[in-house]
């Protein structure tokens, strides 16, 4: 079976060790998170987690099952790609001189990315969007000699009426 | 009413019926034996020798009774002697709580004296953990621990309580008791479909695990089995479940499993597997136990369904609840030709391989042990040969009177489970069946044992060998038998009376009945040096990640 991209949402209790606990599972199961994200939600006692994964549908389900069972996880679902937003935030250090800025600004101008510091050897970048896209302004940057980059990790949500609830409110 | 932590524990213990705690003293639960100290009137707490012996006596004592073990340690050392205990209770599902002390809370990560993470440590190995660093905090989470331990698929919970919170107060609010655990119900669509699948089966087959004897459904089981003519086989862990003598029960499958059992289980084109994971030593090759056969799996943790082997069909369900729908649907009754296969298999000479009875051997010794011991007396093991002897020749009539080690294998499980067993069964007369390899391992707990008078007969089957990983060497390494002859002197006799227990010897067959008789007669605890062939082999073996094709019958 093919490798699909699986986006995870998941209500935790926002409490010391859960982060531990889910990337420990994925660990021990020998499934490997491609990207994670995590903060607190509306609610100050639950965090909302996005993890970006591979797998077959054996390991689709497997982590569906394994989280599900985590006494932590208050809800776990498996994101319907064509009902989420998903996004990511990229901030990017480039060597830029005089002569060399023009080049990073047409890029800055063509993925509407934000100048954010600027010196004179070098410029950083924001830019949020979903993976590829951040992936295509790296790939452009890249022969002009990239210094730093710092992922997010990919965060998603519902469209519309697809809200997450936690297993109780449900 | 205002109480401090530990006599907040000291209530939660009432709230949730335990009369009977294992553990150890220390620096960092100074405060909670305090409380138990005034507490002996109505809780009884076991000391052992080492809390790895404890955590396995709340296990056996768990497996036994049905109810929550419970394992107290200090910090530290304490904490972590406690590890193998709490693993080998999360790889068999057995409900349990371990109460663990830890260094005040100003203290915390400051690498402490007796100081550990013992949170991070059994994260992997319990269904949950806490450390309560709030005694306000500390009665509710303590009934969520007991409620997760036994909710769903058991398993073990550990609760570390920081000393200053075992010494702070505050009120304390009597619950009404502990809370029945919620059942999922069943799925009316699911259970259709399985329905469907027994209606279309020509030859089914019905494969127990221990999911069956924790929810307390060997009679409804049987009633399947009858209902539908279908064999009943089991993995290690469903062994005792089924009253061997029912005349549908074929015994074990699996890397030792009997005869009929696994061929059986081969000709079926139905398996209904029930309370089971299907571990690798029960399968063998995967994709060749997939051929020929759809699954119907029932269990009640979601995770287990198609993880090792692809369910045709499942059900997420309470297996007592499963059983009740599926008996209630009025099935149709297998063919006859099907259980005359089965009987013709049972009756076949390579389902029952003896070993030569003209030496004392393992298999005449478990039948004589077997013939004196009451149907529901416990029968403790450790890990290797010995245990698969008493799979394979021991007949278990009664539900939770097999007691072993199944998912981690852990040697040095016997003695603690066996104690722990002993004293959940109202003291019963225990059998413990070790070896000396085992044996070794938590030989000191037999101190606890004397301590506390338990009735338990000890029978060491000694082959001065570490006989199962011997046998993989005489069968896959071309006899290079590295690091498995012991050649140790000891004297099991001596060192009994040394523990102030009763030592005997058992050399010769003809001396067998008379040794064991002598044994029995005895209040215990009597250890039995029982002297067998260091080349004696577990027989059927099929090899490991093969197939029922490659079923070894003699050596």
């Known amino acids: ?170 | 009413m205002k109480l401090s932590g530990a006599q907040i524990l000291m209530e939660i213990f009432k709230e949730q019926q335990v009369d009977t705690v294992f553990g150890y003293p220390g620096g960092a639960v100074l405060n909670i034996y305090d409380e138990i100290y005034k507490s002996s009137d109505w809780l009884k707490h076991i000391i052992t020798c080492h809390e790895q012996g404890a955590s396995h006596a709340a296990d056996g004592y768990a497996r036994a009774t049905g109810k929550t073990g419970v394992v107290l340690a200090t910090s530290g050392p304490g904490a972590t002697n406690l590890v193998t205990g709490i693993a080998t209770a999360y790889l068999d599902s057995t409900p349990m709580v371990a109460i663990t002390g830890n260094v005040a809370c100003s203290l915390i990560g400051r690498d402490s004296f007796q100081e550990v993470d013992i949170k991070g440590i059994t994260m992997p190995i319990t269904k949950h953990n806490f450390m309560v660093k709030d005694v306000t905090r500390l009665a509710d989470t303590l009934r969520e621990a007991f409620s997760i331990a036994t909710s769903d698929r058991p398993g073990p919970v550990l609760v570390d309580i920081p000393k200053d919170v075992q010494i702070a107060t505050c009120a304390f609010t009597p619950a009404k008791g502990a809370q029945a655990p919620k059942v999922p119900a069943l799925d009316a669509a699911m259970l259709a479909q399985a329905e469907k699948l027994i209606r279309e089966a020509k030859r089914p087959f019905l494969y127990v695990g221990g999911g069956v004897q924790i929810a307390g459904a060997g009679d409804l089981l049987i009633k399947l089995a009858e209902t539908i003519g279908a064999p009943i086989g089991a993995s290690m862990m469903g062994l005792a479940t089924v009253p061997h003598r029912h005349p549908l029960f074929l015994g074990m499958t699996g890397m030792h499993g009997r005869y009929a059992a696994s061929i059986a289980l081969d000709k079926s084109d139905l398996i209904i597997a029930v309370g089971t994971r299907f571990s690798d030593r029960a399968t063998g090759n995967k994709q060749e136990f997939s051929k020929n056969h759809k699954v119907l799996h029932i269990d009640i943790d979601p995770a287990e369904i198609s993880k090792n082997i692809p369910a045709y069909v499942a059900l997420v369900a309470d297996v007592k609840l499963a059983l009740t729908a599926l008996i209630d649907a009025e099935l149709p009754h297998s063919a006859p030709e099907w259980l005359a296969e089965v009987q013709a298999l049972k009756a076949a000479p390579d389902n029952h391989l003896s070993m030569d009875a003209s030496i004392l051997n393992p298999e005449l010794v478990l039948r004589a042990a077997n013939q004196r011991l009451p149907q529901d007396s416990p029968v403790a093991t450790d890990v290797g040969q010995h245990q698969m002897w008493v799979a394979q020749y021991y007949h278990f009539q009664k539900p939770r009177t097999f007691i072993t080690s199944g998912g981690l294998g852990t040697m040095g499980f016997g003695m603690g489970a066996a104690m722990g067993a002993c004293i959940g069964s109202g003291l019963k007369k225990t059998l413990l069946i070790t070896s000396d390899g085992s044996f070794h391992m938590n030989m000191n707990e037999l101190a606890t044992a004397v301590a506390n008078r338990l009735p338990l007969i000890i029978l060491v089957l000694n082959n001065s060998v570490l006989g199962m990983v011997r046998q993989w060497q005489t069968m896959f390494y071309d006899k290079r038998y590295s690091n498995t002859t012991m050649n140790r002197p000891t004297d099991y006799c001596l060192l009994a009376q040394a523990f102030g227990a009763k030592g005997l010897r058992l050399e010769t067959l003809d001396k067998m009945d008379s040794v064991l008789d002598k044994a029995f007669s005895l209040p215990g605890p009597v250890v039995v040096d029982v002297r067998i062939n260091r080349d004696e082999m577990v027989l059927p073996m099929i090899p490991p990640n093969g197939t029922i094709k490659e079923m070894i019958l003699r050596g």
């Open chain 1, 1 to 170: 079976m093919e490798n699909q991209r699986l986006i995870i949402s998941l209500l935790v209790n926002n409490e010391s060790g859960v982060l531990t606990r889910i990337s420990g599972l994925f660990a021990r199961r020998g499934f490997n998170i491609d990207s994670l994200s995590v903060g607190e939600t509306e609610n100050p006692r639950i965090s909302r987690i996005t993890i970006q994964a591979a797998g077959d549908e054996y390991v689709r389900s497997q982590i569906m099952h394994q989280l599900g069972k985590l006494h932590d996880v208050k809800k776990v679902a498996l994101m319907d790609a064509a009902q989420t937003v998903l996004r990511e935030l990229l901030l990017v250090k480039v060597h830029a001189n005089p002569d060399t800025r023009g080049q990073v600004l047409d890029a800055v101008t063509v993925f509407r990315a934000k100048v954010i510091d600027l010196t004179p050897t070098t410029m950083t970048m924001e830019l949020t969007g979903e993976c590829t896209k951040l992936d295509a302004f790296i790939t452009y940057l890249d022969p002009l000699g990239i210094i730093e980059v710092c992922r997010t990790g990919v965060t998603a949500i519902g469209r519309g009426d697809y809200v997450l609830k936690t297993n109780e409110e449900e």
